[in-house]
């Protein structure tokens, strides 16, 4: 299996890891019933941020950070349990190897449709890699470490050819980085043996206050265009200005102010970010900030979209309707299928390369 000999991406270039770095925290979460034991991380900044990551679908399963009041709180919906976590669900899973929606059933590349597996039957749309996405596997545990700048650790997976329909034995892999200035970054990598698709992302729910629902919170977005979706949340190929619409968050905006104007009860849109000349680099995507809590977050990624998920569909068990929002970078929904979408499309001898960065903030 690949590692990354301790190179690792930043927002504002690379940087390299001490070969001397020093442990970090491990414990055992639980056993799957083929016996595995899965793993919990623990990482720490230094300066109040600390996240626990598990090998079990690449997981980020909390993350707390400080209230101007200097209290601590979880500010992700997490499992309550690993009992309650082997069950299913994507709370801070990686998605793979395809996040979001296909649809017409697969894919071609080079003139061959790929027909996919976990379609629905009526519909024709595949979501989220299917039954035997990403989110679902244990992965590889391929370094872990802590430095004085950063703590971090390293996972891989291996999707054969034909799993799930998708061409290619795919090996891919996430790191997670805490800094000691509090940003949680993400940076994928993936390898392909033929051409394929990959969109790999990241399904947390942020809360910013730890509790209640995210209403409050108030949300800037750096992007004046929104993918237009057709009753299936299927792209139709075109995107919409977000000016004079529920979907215009250019200056910041309290998150509930919006939701009686949208269909379906709140938001579950792919917004596009404007077109960069450099596409390794991170930009600005979005600033989240809860005034109850002083909570400040900046979002920043290398992808050319993010679809925002506002949890339209929990209801009290045990999370309320819109009890967070979820930031899922990514390329398009259903991109496969339109050529003139930036291209998901992966081939032997390229290779992946993504980050999206989180930056924890507490405003007076």
């Not at 996040?99 to 024709?124: C, E, M, W, Y």
Request: net charge negative; proline share 6%; charged share 20%.
């Amino acid at each position: 299996m690949r590692t990354w000999f301790g190179i690792f991406f930043l927002a504002t270039g690379i940087f390299l890891c001490s070969l001397e770095a020093q442990e970090i925290a491990e414990e055992t979460w639980g056993t799957l019933p083929d016996g595995r034991e899965i793993s919990l991380f623990h990482l720490d900044s230094g300066n109040g941020v600390t996240a626990q990551v598990s090998n079990f679908g690449a997981l980020l399963q909390s993350l707390e950070c400080p209230d101007r009041n200097g209290e601590k709180h979880n500010i992700l919906l997490s499992f309550r349990s690993f009992e309650e976590m082997t069950k299913g669900g994507v709370y801070g899973s990686v998605i793979g190897r395809f996040a979001n929606r296909i649809a017409q059933g697969g894919f071609t590349i080079d003139g061959k449709f790929h027909p996919l597996t976990s379609v629905h039957p009526k519909t024709r749309i595949h979501i989220h890699g299917g039954k035997n996405g990403f989110q679902r596997k244990l992965w590889s545990i391929s370094q872990s470490g802590s430095t004085e700048s950063a703590s971090f650790v390293e996972f891989s997976v291996t999707s054969p050819d034909g799993e799930e329909g998708y061409p290619g034995e795919v090996e891919a892999m996430v790191r997670y980085t805490l800094t000691r200035d509090n940003r949680l970054q993400m940076d994928y990598q993936g390898t392909t043996t033929k051409p394929t698709h990959l969109n790999l992302t990241n399904h947390a729910y942020f809360n910013l206050s730890g509790k209640g629902d995210i209403l409050a919170h108030e949300l800037q977005l750096h992007t004046d265009r929104v993918v237009e979706f057709d009753p299936r949340k299927i792209p139709t190929g075109k995107f919409l200005d977000v000016a004079d619409s529920a979907f215009d968050f250019r200056s910041p905006q309290p998150i509930g102010s919006r939701m009686d104007a949208l269909a379906g009860g709140g938001f579950d849109h792919c917004f596009a970010l404007p077109k960069s000349e450099n596409r390794n680099s991170a930009r600005e995507l979005a600033v989240l900030t809860d005034p109850a809590s002083g909570r400040k977050m900046i979002v920043k990624t290398t992808k050319p979209g993010v679809q925002i998920y506002t949890a339209n569909h929990f209801s009290g068990k045990p999370y309320p309707k819109w009890g967070a929002i979820c930031f899922e970078t990514q390329y398009f929904p259903d991109t496969p299928n339109h050529p003139h979408f930036p291209s998901s499309l992966l081939r032997p001898g390229e290779t992946y390369r993504h980050t999206t960065e989180f930056h924890f903030l507490v405003e007076p």
